[in-house]
Each structure stands twice: as structure tokens, then as C-alpha cells.
């Protein structure tokens, strides 16, 4: 199973800063399947990039992501206030899939 | 717009079986090219992927689950269910239903549903 590390574990950044999140696998990722999820309290997750750099439908462009191999970053270019959330990476390149812990993204 | 809907008990008592089902509205879950997965998340932590199931009734499970794990599609009522049997304390999670659109990752979720396993 590869496993998933997200760093950090907390982010307090303000409103219109930049926030960058990273995940690193245990093993090589196949073809890139990494994908990155928004939690809000209490509601599923919401896809926001698979395949390592491609945005979902109707997910704003200041998300983007990058990375291949290892090393995967999420990156928001300008935070808005509904942006403070719990991120997760995920891989479905091989079975089982699985997700990192989680990066909480908080208001600083 | 496809959707998806959990439905099961919410509580369910020590060594019994964990049934829910995953509605799918809005389109077909015969269409092909997607398969359809079952996650769950314990209180405050992070996700686990359970397990999914083709529209044929092709499946793979997380080997973790794997020994309990059942999951089943109805293409007539277009659900797909899940069955957790021998369920203990550590089973108690909101379970979510999402679409596996393959390269695209889990695209469509459900709302989720809690699920706690208590006597």
C-alpha cells in the first residue's frame, strides 16, 4: 500500500496569501493519479485537481497542483475566506487507494 | 446532474452486520466507465477508502476490510450497497459513497451518513 505523508499538518495563513500544501508517497505514484479534496465541517469531500494538475469542474484557477513521482504540491495563489478547510491528497494509481491524514488549512 | 444518496441504520450493535446502500440519481450506474466506491472517515480523522464495485459486479476491497467486506450493485434500482459484518466500536464512521471516474479520481459524492456501532 503506499502510504501518503501531508506536510504541514496545520497552515495559519491570511486572507489573500499564498498557501502551499505538499504530499509525499511512499512510492512512486503510477501515471500521476493524485488527486487533492476540500473538506468543510461537516460535508463530503469536493474534488478539486486529479491526475496530479488538471482542475476539476468548476473549481476556481487560483487551485492549482503539481507534481509527479513522489512529490505532489497544491497550491492556492490567493486565499479566499471560504478556502479554510481540510485538504487531503489521494492516490488511485494502485489498489488499495489511499489518502494522506490531511493538511488543515486555518485563518491566521 | 448525477447524484448520490447513503441510506442505512445509524446504529448498529457490537458483532452484527453494517448495511447501507448508495442511491445513484440522475444517470445510470450501467452506463460504464465508472466504478463505485465506499470511504468512510472515523470521528475527527481522515479518510479510508473501504472498497469499490463495476457496474458487471466486478469488485476489489481494501485488504484491511477485505475479510468483512461486501459490496453489491442492483443496476435495476441503480444502487450499489455495503455490508461490514463482525462490526466493532472502531467501525463506527460516517460512510460516504463517491463515483470513481477512473483517471479522474472521486469526482461525485454523497452526503455522507453516520453510522455508530453501539449496544
Known amino acids: 500500500e503506499i502510504v501518503l505523508t501531508q506536510s504541514p499538518g496545520t497552515l495559519s495563513l491570511s486572507p489573500g496569501e499564498r498557501a502551499t500544501l505538499s504530499c509525499r508517497a511512499s512510492?512512486?505514484?503510477?501515471?500521476?493519479?493524485l488527486a487533492w479534496y476540500q473538506q468543510k465541517p461537516g460535508q463530503a469531500p469536493r474534488l478539486l485537481i486529479y491526475?496530479?494538475?488538471s482542475r476539476a469542474t468548476g473549481i476556481p484557477d487560483r487551485f492549482s497542483g503539481s507534481g509527479s513521482g513522489t512529490d505532489f504540491t497544491l497550491t492556492i495563489s490567493r486565499l479566499e475566506p471560504e478556502d479554510f478547510a481540510v485538504y487531503y491528497c489521494?492516490?488511485?494509481?494502485?489498489?488499495?487507494?489511499?489518502f494522506g491524514q490531511g493538511t488543515k488549512l486555518e485563518i491566521k | 446532474q448525477v447524484q448520490l444518496q447513503e441510506s442505512g441504520p445509524g446504529l448498529v450493535k457490537p458483532s452484527q452486520t453494517l448495511s447501507l446502500t448508495c442511491t445513484v440519481s440522475?444517470?445510470?450506474?450501467?452506463?460504464?466507465?465508472?466504478?463505485w466506491s465506499w470511504i468512510r472517515q472515523h470521528p475527527g480523522k481522515g479518510l479510508e477508502w473501504i472498497g469499490y464495485i463495476y457496474y458487471s459486479g466486478s469488485t476489489y476491497y481494501n485488504p484491511s476490510l477485505k475479510s468483512r467486506v461486501t459490496i453489491s450493485v442492483d443496476t435495476s434500482k441503480n444502487q450499489f450497497s455495503l455490508k461490514l459484518s463482525s462490526v466493532t466500536a472502531a467501525d463506527t464512521a460516517v460512510y460516504y459513497c463517491?463515483?470513481?471516474?477512473?483517471?479522474?479520481?472521486?469526482?461525485?459524492w454523497g452526503q455522507g451518513t453516520m453510522v455508530t456501532v453501539s449496544s
Open positions: 489521494q492516490q488511485y494509481g494502485s489498489s488499495p487507494y489511499s
Open positions: 491526475g496530479a494538475s
Open positions: 512510492q512512486s505514484v503510477s501515471s500521476s493519479y
Open positions: 463517491a463515483r470513481d471516474r477512473a483517471a479522474n479520481a472521486f469526482d461525485i
Open positions: 440522475g444517470g445510470s450506474i450501467s452506463s460504464g466507465g465508472y466504478y
